[in-house]
């Protein structure tokens, strides 16, 4: 009963990560325009666009390859994986005891990597640029994601997600300078992975500063529709990390559906906070010279470090 | 406050005053280091109050007062006096390798680590785990003034040190004795005069505070 | 009571030069008030000679025969540097090199110098003792740089920045010794007392005390001058003015020293071991090695007698390590003859560069000639200093020497080696400085005769025949360092 009960929270899990992706990015987007004093499109422009993509027929190079073709749904595919292993609602779910944060990490960068292939794949020189440029960056952040992940499962004593949930969340309320640079770690890397402004601005098809869009220059319909919205999952995925890594408290446990409404009411306030969080650092901060960024990503990697020193040396 | 809290509490403003000595490391401004100086002063001073009530240590209050008045008033201010007659507020110093020098400084945090853990084991204060802490920002104080070039960072850098000092002597003792800590402040007070007046000397003579231009007295072959 | 005159008398003399350092009188204050802080010395150690070791002040401070022999050192050299520098100085004046401000400075900067000297050697406190031991550097920074010619003002920016991070690293150490003490005795200032410390030494953690001794040691090894911290050492002494070069390498050298030997005595109480020793040892061996083979490439006078000091507070750190009553008397002699006859050197040498107005020695020749008392004065110095009997270095030197190859056999071919070169060095550059027809540039000046022929002739007594009660005083000592 139970088992069933779980696969449910399962699949009800992932449906509300592909419904909701987009309606955060269009928070996002929506309290951009406050801060900059502009009228918004609502926070369901996203769903519009998606459909208006998927309606559209796909351009295909003459010389594109499987791997382009492929990819889009890899990409998808590997971001929805990843939405069913992060604790959303509840910790109870059949697929966080068979990957742990590690797999996460791992699934992300294997997208990247052929969203990479993808874009040099055609043979142009935006995508092969903007390819070049972003495995630059994920060679910086992954170390330092794991670095801080790590953290967090060093201070929960598991690298499984919903163990690390149970784990902080119920414990007692310490403070943890481990956790804050952790914390302070994956802020800075989600910027990175997930293409937000100091980093890369995800608005533009500037040229000579795209590095994620240079790379899906070439993509139309369909297939585009895809890979914006596993990147709209990704920003969405990054957040809800955050919260279950390091603010967990209000997420359902095991076999306690009553607290399922209480998780979801939390989870959008957090989320809401989380946005308006996001663009405050947009809006705040000047997008960098490229090779600014690998002191941007060593400066993660050092607050990833610390928090795993300080875990050792001070708790 | 319960001594646990107070406990957990120092441990954030050690963190805290790692981090800044890390971004001492870093900065390349010089009114950014001078603010992040006295910012490590700041956390330095509130953790040493703050382990003065744990332990219930109340001359601790008086250092604490103390490294507020000097490590966040004072030698601030003379700094600043000093940049603004020097005019050297824009001077923006050429770093290079910050990774490398970051990786060192992480290196240098294990070692102080490894080499503490004798004390840490002994050591029957609520305290104990910052010795660590403190021993690392002496060493980054000390690699602050061997990879930095200009005269005023590697002044901040010796003040970084001795901050670093104060704090292992908060953490590992709840301080040193009153005439000693006293007398350490008054020492350092007279090393700012002179670094002042030395300041002077170097820009009149080397037209610049980079201490790069002094290398005439070399070993000749 | 005596001991508060002492300080007294040189705090205030530093007080008073301040205001009128740059008169004309300033020379004569200067060299009563250090003859004055002799006498008072002297009656000090009378009164241990009699009365043995005693505290004063609460505790505060402590004598015992290792650290008034000293004090009687320090006030003496300091009254015949007072006493050269009286000449030296006014002809720097004349010449330009230092103005009104400058005297008033060196003044009272040399006052609070012996003053912070007197506080490190007299003080009970070991965190005391760091504290003088930073004021003796601070007072000396810009004594340094008194000429604020671009090398001066590098080499005193580079003894500030080198003595402040070495001392940093033994405030350190202090904090682990006292953290070591507070276990066995308590909280407070008694913890750090060293006569306290050295009673209960067998029960301090030894771990702590090893780890407290590598910071320690680089501390004040770095005021030492050993090798490889000795990187500010020639280069300070060559720079600053000559009386405080006489100063530093006869005086700080040996304070420092004194501060590491003292808390040597403490760690081995505690490790029951001779790891601090091993340790000392190592780095006097390097420091011999490295100086002696540094000799040979100098070109600057002052320079090349730096390194010399840097060779013999090798010598001593390494005597010291090796411990037992031969060398540790031997250790405790090298200190006195070598501070004896180096500020002896730099007294001729300082005249000698005046006379020449360089200190490249390539340009200084004929000293003989143009003046007997420096030109002997030179060579019976560079005899003295290189151990050649029968003055007071190759006694020392021998005792040491004998005792390495009874406790240390490996280590004497390296000992006398660096010995030997050092030997070979100075001697091929002082023979045609001193030789010869004086060149045209030379200057005819008014020497001070009193400091160098004092000391020279002491260490040369010393040599022939040591003084009961001075050898009596080193084997008490001996016994408080065992």
């Given amino acids: 009963m139970s088992e069933i009960l779980s696969y449910l929270l399962e699949g009800l899990q992932i449906l509300l990560l592909l419904s909701a992706a987009p309606v955060f990015t269009g928070w996002v987007r929506t309290v951009r325009c406050w801060a900059q004093g502009r009228t918004t499109a609502g926070i369901f422009q996203p769903y519009r666009d998606l459909m208006k993509l998927f309606h559209k027929d796909i351009v295909l190079a003459e010389n594109a390859s499987w791997i382009f073709r492929f990819t889009p749904y890899l990409v998808f595919g590997a971001a929805v994986l990843a ?46 640029m903007g390819s070049s440029r972003e495995m630059t960056i994920a060679s910086l952040a992954e170390p330092a994601m794991l670095m801080a992940v790590f953290t967090v499962s060093l201070a929960s004593k598991s690298t499984s997600l919903s163990q690390m949930v149970q784990v902080i969340g119920h414990g007692q309320l310490i403070l943890r300078p481990s956790l804050a640079f952790a ?22 098809h500037l040229e000579l500063t795209m590095i994620h869009e240079g790379m899906v220059l070439e993509y139309s319909g369909r297939h585009l529709a895809l890979i914006e919205w596993a990147g709209m999952m990704k920003l969405f995925l990054f957040a809800v990390l955050g919260i279950a890594s390091f603010f967990p408290w209000g997420i359902a446990e095991a076999g306690n559906l009553i607290a399922l409404p209480l998780a979801l009411l939390l989870l959008i306030a957090k989320l809401a906070l989380a946005g308006a969080g996001l663009v405050l650092i947009e809006t705040g901060l000047a997008k960098m010279r490229l090779f600014r960024v690998p002191e941007f990503l060593g400066s993660a990697f050092l607050f990833a470090t610390l928090g795993m020193l300080s875990y050792f040396m001070l708790e | 406050m319960p001594i646990s809290f107070a406990a957990q509490l120092n441990s954030v403003l050690a963190a805290l005053i790692l981090l800044t000595a890390f971004g001492l490391l870093a900065q390349r401004r010089i009114y950014g280091l001078l603010h992040l100086f006295a910012w490590q002063g700041l956390f330095l001073s509130i953790s040493t109050a703050v382990v003065g009530y744990a332990a219930g240590q109340h001359h601790l209050y008086i250092s604490s007062i103390l490294t507020l008045a000097l490590k966040v008033i004072v030698l601030p201010y003379i700094l600043h006096v000093l940049i603004i007659r020097l005019k050297i507020q824009k001077e923006v110093e050429t770093l290079v390798n910050i990774p490398a020098t970051m990786l060192m400084g992480i290196a240098l945090v294990i070692f102080s680590y490894h080499l503490t853990s004798p004390i840490r084991e002994l050591s029957t204060l609520v305290t104990r785990s910052t010795i660590a802490v403190a021993l690392a920002t002496v060493m980054l104080g000390l690699l602050m003034m061997i990879t930095r070039k200009h005269a005023v ?56 505070l980079d201490v790069e231009q002094m290398a005439r007295l070399k070993e000749e072959d | 009571m ?167 690293q033994a405030l350190f150490g202090t904090v682990l010794l006292y953290f070591a003490a507070e276990k066995v005795l308590g909280e407070g200032g008694d913890a750090l007392l060293w006569t306290n410390l050295s009673q209960v030494s ?13 910071f320690l040691m680089v501390g004040y090894g770095t005021k030492v001058g050993l090798v490889p911290l000795h990187n500010w050492l020639p280069d300070a002494h060559s720079e600053g003015p000559t009386p405080i070069s006489a100063v530093l390498s006869g005086l700080l050298l040996n304070i420092a020293l004194y501060a590491l030997v003292r808390c040597k005595v403490l760690v081995d109480g505690s490790l029951g071991t001779n790891l601090a020793g091993n340790i000392m040892m190592g780095f006097g061996i390097l420091s011999i090695l490295v100086s002696a083979f540094s000799l040979l490439r100098q070109k600057d006078i002052k320079r090349m007698f730096a390194y010399s000091s840097i060779e013999h507070m090798g010598i001593a750190t390494f005597a010291f390590g090796l411990g037992g009553p031969i060398a540790t008397f031997g250790a405790l002699l090298h200190m006195l003859v070598h501070s004896l006859t180096k500020s002896s050197i730099f007294f001729t040498v300082g005249h000698a560069a005046q006379m020449h107005d360089t200190q490249e020695m390539s340009r200084i020749r004929g000293l003989i000639r143009g003046n007997p008392l420096v030109g002997w004065g030179l060579v019976l110095g560079v005899m003295a200093i290189v151990g050649m009997p029968p003055f007071g270095v190759f006694t020392s030197e021998f005792l040491i020497l004998t ?64 003084p009961n009660f001075l050898s009596q005083w080193f084997h008490m000592a001996v016994e408080l360092l065992k």
Avoid at chain 1, 198 to 203: A, C, E, G, I, L
Avoid at chain 3, 140 to 160: D, N, R
Wanted: with cysteine.
């Fill in chain 1, 83 to 128: 939405g069913a292993i992060i604790p959303i609602l509840s910790v109870d779910l059949p697929l966080s005891t068979t990957a742990d944060v590690i797999a996460l990490v791992a699934l992300f960068a294997m997208s990247r990597f052929f969203t990479a292939l993808a874009g040099m794949d055609i043979g142009t020189a935006f995508g092969g």
């Fill in chain 1, 183 to 204: 914390l302070l770690a994956f802020v800075l890397i989600t910027l990175a992975e997930t293409g937000r402004v100091p980093v890369d601005n995800p608005v533009t």
């Fill in chain 2, 153 to 208: 960072t590697q002044i901040i850098g010796f003040l970084a040190m001795e901050n670093g000092l104060f704090f292992a002597a908060t953490s590992a003792t709840y301080g040193m004795p009153l005439v000693v800590e006293l007398g350490v402040a008054l020492d350092i007070l007279i090393a700012a005069f002179i670094f002042g007046i030395f300041f002077f000397h170097i820009r009149t003579t080397f037209d610049s």
């Fill in chain 3, 2 to 168: 005596t001991i508060l005159l002492l300080l007294g008398v040189s705090f205030i003399a530093a007080a008073i030069l301040g205001f009128v350092g740059d008169r004309k009188f300033a020379p004569e204050i200067n060299i009563v008030c250090s003859l004055a802080t002799f006498v008072i010395s002297m009656a000090l150690a009378i009164q241990v000679y009699y009365d043995g070791s005693f505290m004063a002040g609460r505790k505060f401070f402590f004598i015992d025969a290792f650290n008034v022999y000293l004090v009687v050192l320090t006030s003496f050299v300091s009254t015949t540097t007072a006493v050269f520098s009286r000449r030296y100085m006014r002809r720097e004046r004349e010449h330009g090199r230092v103005g009104h401000w400058g005297m008033r400075f060196y003044h009272a900067m040399f006052q609070l110098f012996i003053f912070a000297m007197f506080l490190c050697l007299l003080t009970n406190n070991i965190g005391v003792l760091w504290i003088a031991m930073e004021l003796a550097t601070l007072s000396t920074v810009l004594l340094v740089s008194l000429y604020k010619t671009p090398t001066a003002i590098e080499a005193a920016w580079k003894y500030f920045i080198l003595c402040g991070v070495g001392i940093a």
């Fill in chain 3, 202 to 214: 067998g029960q301090l953690e030894p771990t702590v005390l090893q780890l407290a001794f590598v």
């Fill in chain 3, 403 to 466: 005792a390495t190859m009874k406790d240390a056999p490996l280590l004497t071919p390296f000992l006398l080696l660096g010995l030997g070169v050092a030997f070979a060095a100075l001697f091929r550059r002082v023979q045609p400085m001193v030789a010869g027809h004086r060149p045209p540039y030379q200057h005819l000046l008014k020497v001070a005769h009193v400091p160098v022929v004092l000391h020279m002739v002491l260490v040369l007594v010393i040599g022939l025949y040591m």
